[in-house]
């Protein structure tokens, strides 16, 4: 319901606001014109809307130009070859014929203007005079109305119009223009000073009062250069460098000046033993940014492929207007390979070379330290969820003094290995990094079959470490690293070997194979520190035995 009301009220205001604005034509029809206009055949004249009312930028889109026909009827006029109505709301016919004689009203807003054309030929007025001006700035000209002469009487001054758009020709800023004697004078002219003239005055013609209208179009330019063009690159005498074997493009930059019928000669000299002439290059002229300034062109010669004959060939590039030519000329040279470029390449690489270099060094000396401290931030702790009882199992040789022995040398080695692996070991894993170790004195009860709990403890552990030394290589105790081999294989990379060197020892002939081959293949650690010195946790010996052992978060933040 409320959108046919809808509809209904569009439609009402449609057809009220057509009536109005054909209301305001129709007021006009019987109405005696208001402006009546005398204009020449062959020409082209423009007429505006309201010569005495100013039409606002927004009211020029609204202006509307019919003609009436004998019987009163109105055509609206469209964009047409002859006829056309302007952005401005003018009205412009071009080419003049004496068809175009009749009544124009135009409409704008509510009002209405009524004027009358009437259009005569060239042969009733001889003395028609000129309607297309070109001068030069150094040229000082007076512009006179065409139809001045041609007949009546004037009673008025003659009033003249710039631009289509009728703005007054005078200016308080234009020191240089001055209306003496209905012509326009110019003291100077300036580009600025082209476009369209209207000239309008009154004559009395049998009794008849009428607005004599003529146009004239008037183009400013600057004098023709009296001077032949100008090469700007290459510079007479250059030397083009080109790769054999490459393509290459010859560009030739000449600088013409203003002429009004600009057609320059512009062409390619290769002077051989016989001289050729190229004028097939491609050319571009550009204007300048003030084109009455001048031309700028640019002409091209691409060589497909330049060979060792081409470095003997002279070029020349040849520039020609209607004052003079003007010629430059040069030759490719053959172009080096650039040494500096070169240097800078090698220079580069070795510096690149040595920054790769010290960072591998870097990295091989600080392994160690750089995997420590991404296993401390980033890396997750292995030993969850592997069903392992211990960190690692420690073997060492243990003490074998009985009663009534002398104590020997042998005697304070062999406890040198039961306190570096009692002692300082769990002070230093297990105080400080929360590891958990397995030292069958310490923590395995007496009793059993002693072989098969070895193994199971090896099993239960995630690393073995073994103390090496003279008395454990030839030891009882020797089967203990034995077994772990064997785990090892059998368990693949479940169970890792750690292999200390705490004295120097010498292998016995009759190390069993399998320890032989253990002992050459598995990275063993040497101890050259003081069991007694309480920075031994600091040392780089520490730091490997850390590399080896499972990762593991510590309760406390410790020193990397």
């Known amino acids: 319901m409320f959108s046919k009301l809808w509809l209904l009220l569009t439609f009402i205001y449609s057809i009220k606001h057509s009536a109005l ?38 009211e020029k889109n609204t202006v509307k130009w019919f003609i009436q026909s004998p019987d009163k009827g109105l055509e609206e006029v469209k964009s047409r070859n002859d006829m056309n109505v302007n952005e401005n709301g003018t009205l412009q016919i071009s080419t003049l014929e004496r068809s175009h004689s009749g009544t124009y009203i135009c409409q704008m807003r509510n009002l209405c203007m009524k004027i009358l054309v009437r259009v005569e030929g060239k042969e009733n007025c001889l003395k028609y005079g000129s309607r297309n001006f070109y001068f030069t700035t150094a040229e000082k000209p007076s512009i006179s109305c065409p139809s001045l002469n041609c007949k009546g009487t004037i009673f008025t001054n003659v009033t003249w119009y710039k631009s289509v758009n009728f703005e007054s020709v005078t200016s308080p800023t234009r020191f240089s223009l001055n209306i003496n004697n209905n012509d326009i004078n110019f003291s100077s002219i300036y580009p600025e000073d082209s476009g369209i003239y209207t000239c309008d005055y009154n004559l009395d013609d049998n009794g008849n009062e009428w607005i004599m209208r003529a146009t004239l179009q008037v183009l400013v330019g600057v004098p023709d250069t009296q001077e032949p063009p100008r090469i700007i690159g290459p510079t007479n005498g250059t ?11 010859l560009s030739c930059q000449i600088q013409f000046g203003f002429e009004r019928n600009f057609d320059p000669i512009i062409k390619w000299r290769v002077l051989h033993l016989v001289e050729e002439e190229h004028s097939g290059g491609r050319k571009l002229c550009l204007n300048n940014t003030n084109h009455l300034k001048g031309y700028d062109c640019f002409f091209n010669m691409t060589l497909d492929r330049v060979t060792s004959n081409d470095l003997h060939t002279i070029f020349q590039c040849y520039a020609q207007n ?12 053959k172009k080096e390979t650039d040494a500096v470029f070169l240097i800078y390449i ?42 392992k009882d211990f960190d690692a199992f420690i073997s060492y040789a243990t003490q074998t003094f009985e009663f009534g022995e002398e104590i020997t040398e042998n005697f304070c080695d ?3 290995d039961e306190q570096f692996a009692t002692q300082l070991l769990p002070s230093v894993l297990e105080d400080n990094y929360n590891y958990k170790l397995c030292i069958l004195e310490r923590d395995i009860l007496p009793g059993g079959a002693y072989v098969e709990d070895i193994a199971k403890i090896i099993k ?20 203990e690293l034995q077994a772990a081999i064997t785990c090892s294989l059998e368990e693949q990379e479940s169970l890792k070997l750690i292999l200390i060197k705490l004295k120097p020892f010498k292998e016995p002939e009759t190390l069993p194979h399998i320890v032989k081959k253990a002992l050459r293949a598995l990275p063993t650690l040497s101890w050259k520190g003081d069991l007694n010195s309480k920075s031994a946790n600091t040392s780089k010996f520490w730091k490997t035995i850390r590399y080896y052992m499972p990762v593991k978060k510590h309760k406390e933040s410790v020193r990397i």
């Not at 690149?352 to 931030?377: D, N, Q, S």
């Open 322 to 333: 209607s004052v003079g030519n003007v010629t430059t000329t040069f030759k490719l040279s």
């Open 460 to 479: 239960r552990s995630r690393r073995a470490i073994f103390v090496l030394s003279q008395r454990y290589i030839t030891g009882p105790r020797l089967f």
């Open 414 to 416: 062999n406890y040198e």
């Open 21 to 58: 604005g054909q209301a305001g034509v129709s007021d006009c029809l019987d109405k005696e014109p208001h402006y009546r206009y005398l204009v020449y055949a062959e020409e082209i004249v423009y007429f505006q809307c309201s010569p005495s009312y100013n039409l606002l930028k927004t």
């Open 239 to 249: 030397e083009i460098k080109a790769e054999i074997g490459k393509p290459i493009t």
């Open 346 to 387: 090698l220079c580069a690489s070795v510096a690149l070379l040595l920054i790769m270099l010290i960072c591998a060094g870097t990295v091989y000396v600080y392994w160690v330290e750089i995997v420590l401290l991404y296993r401390h931030y980033l890396s997750k702790d292995e030993t969850i969820g592997d069903n």
